[in-house]
């Protein structure tokens, strides 16, 4: 568990000692305590870089514009307000707010900027990306964005930059969009990361990448987690074994994590089958 101040990253981005610790409360207590939380995007439009706690809050219950009727301008808005706050904020506590709630958005924009995220996360660009193949690509809709100009914060401690890096890759996870087969697959592969990274984090986010990749279902995940399997097998044991799971869980087959074997039901051509129940999932974690 990450601590940071007043408030923990293991659960959900607010606590009831965040209001009390806040700058509202300490200028009208009883208002904060008592009055009903205004709309979250009216909130950020309002809180300024030294208001992070009410920012982070907000971002804990920002709903997607345009799934509540909003429109494109109130989407566009929330999306640049997503956007500066996941790759420029000085706050990681804030940084994860703003990924977590990129992750509940169906926007099609919220893959670049979740990509934007995770290569930001030490509060500057990672140096090997931009020969590597840049940002995740953007779609037409991605104009409003201004991406070309993120200027991070000068450091995070690497727990957190391994915090920041994991929520990113949930989210990315969560989009279930072809970009983020590709995004975590590089990962995975190690293809993202600095030149002197922290060894532990490094494997972390490799660790996280397929777990996620594991949870998108598509045949490319599929495909993905393939060759995972067949570079890592006698290499890493655990990216292999995540990977075995992941294809078994997305493919319904249970074949042994033998490369061989799985190169012959991939080249085969599967059908990626529906995500178990929880009563399904908790039967398998018996069984394993």
């Known amino acids: 568990m990450l601590v940071l101040g007043s408030a923990t ?5 607010a606590s009831t000692w965040d209001a009390v610790s806040s700058r509202r409360f300490r200028e009208k207590p009883f208002g904060t305590m008592f009055k009903k939380d205004e709309d979250a995007l009216t909130t950020l439009r ?11 809050r907000a971002f804990q219950r920002l709903k997607e514009p345009a799934k509540t009727g909003l429109g494109d301008a109130a989407q566009d808005e929330a999306l640049q307000l997503l956007s500066d706050a996941a790759t420029k904020d000085s706050s990681a506590f804030v940084r994860v707010c703003a990924i977590d709630a990129l992750g509940r958005f169906q926007d099609p924009r919220a893959a670049e900027v979740l990509g934007n995220a995770y290569r930001y996360a030490a509060g500057k660009p990672i140096p090997t990306t931009a020969a590597a193949g840049g940002v995740v690509p953007a779609s037409a809709e ?4 201004d991406l070309a100009a993120l200027y991070g914060a000068k450091g995070f401690a690497p727990d957190q930059v391994a915090n920041i890096r994991c929520r990113a890759i949930e989210g990315l996870a969560a989009t ?4 983020a087969v ?8 190690g293809k993202e990361f600095g030149v002197n990274e922290d060894p532990a984090g490094r494997d972390y986010a490799r660790q996280r990448a397929v777990d996620g990749l594991g949870k998108i279902r598509t045949k ?6 393939n060759k995972v399997l067949a570079a890592e097998s006698g290499r890493d044991v655990a990216l292999a074994s995540l990977a075995h799971q992941g294809l078994k869980g997305l493919t319904g087959k249970t074949a ?3 490369p061989e074997e799985w190169d012959a039901i991939v080249q085969a051509g599967v059908e990626v089958v529906p995500a178990p129940s929880a009563v399904q999932r908790a039967i398998a974690e018996v069984i394993d």
């Open 182 to 189: 590709v995004f975590l697959a590089r990962v995975a592969e």
């Open 256 to 258: 042994p994590a033998r």
């Open 220 to 225: 490319e995940a599929v495909v993905a987690l």
């Open 9 to 13: 990253l293991s659960g959900g981005c």
């Open 46 to 56: 309002g809180a300024g870089p030294e208001m992070g706690d009410e920012r982070a």
């Open 142 to 145: 991605a104009k409003p964005l």
């Open 176 to 179: 279930n969009k072809p970009e």
